[in-house]
């Protein structure tokens, strides 16, 4: 059980489009999901907190109005980049809260081109 | 607020021997810790998690952590290194908000 899913794994988009990157928590429901963000050979850095049907808190440094986050549901947390450009290039994880506990998801990779 | 500080960014050990990576933390609440292993392009599994119950945790692949409220630490040990345990491996504080804070990772290398 406790399984968060994103799609998609990978990702390549061209600079200056947007792309969005789902995450779903597929066996139960999760009123905070977390984003992250990590570069190569980085540490994981949270870029901001959903909570389902209302407005994310992003932590200090994350431009809210590029990176969109919408947690319409209590499975599904969406995260877009807007106007992306070659510095966006990361590896993005979500993960789901449940129990006091966060469930990660596999991670998508994005690379701009 | 939180923090956790990993005190090694590399360990390399060889096939058979101990491995020991070094986690403090602080924390304004009890916390609960974590570790997790990431292969490289891979996503985080947990390996294993302390939430206030036995102080000696044990995890999957021969891990176990032991919380040491006294010196703040939740090292992660395990008595004899395979290769496949090379990866990247990050201690992790939740306590306020459910918020979790991340180390900054250590790099665990196997030789053979």
């Known amino acids: 059980g406790a399984v968060v899913s994103q799609h998609p794994s990978w990702v390549i988009c061209k600079s200056g489009t947007s792309v969005k990157i789902e995450c779903r928590s597929l066996?139960?429901?999760?009123?905070?999901m977390f984003w992250y963000r990590q570069f190569p050979k980085q540490s994981l850095m949270l870029m901001a907190t959903?909570?389902?049907?209302?407005?994310?808190?992003?932590e200090q440094g994350v431009e809210k109005d590029k990176f969109l986050i919408n947690h319409a549901s209590l499975t599904l947390s969406t995260l877009t980049v807007t106007s992306a450009h070659p510095e966006d290039s990361s590896f993005y994880i979500c993960?789901?809260?449940?129990?006091?506990?966060?469930?990660f998801g596999p991670g998508t990779r994005l690379t701009v081109t | 607020a939180q923090s956790v500080t990993q005190l090694d960014s590399h360990v390399s050990v060889s096939e058979g021997t101990p491995v020991l990576l070094r986690c403090n933390y602080s924390?304004?609440?009890?916390?609960?810790l974590f570790w997790y292993v990431q292969h490289p392009n891979k996503g985080l599994q947990l390996l294993l998690k302390?939430?206030?119950?036995?102080?000696l945790v044990k995890g999957i692949n021969g891990f176990e952590a032991e919380f040491k409220k006294s010196e703040t630490s939740f090292h992660l040990t395990k008595p004899s290194a395979h290769m496949s345990d090379a990866a990247e491996y990050f201690c992790?504080?939740?306590?306020?908000?459910?918020?979790?804070?991340f180390g900054d990772g250590t790099t665990l290398t196997v030789k053979p």
């Open positions: 924390s304004s609440y009890s916390p609960s």
């Open positions: 302390y939430t206030s119950a036995a102080t």
């Open positions: 993960s789901a809260r449940a129990s006091y506990e966060q469930y």
């Open positions: 959903s909570n389902e049907g209302s407005k994310a808190t992003y």
């Open positions: 066996d139960f429901q999760a009123t905070t």
């Open positions: 992790v504080v939740s306590a306020n908000a459910g918020k979790s804070t």
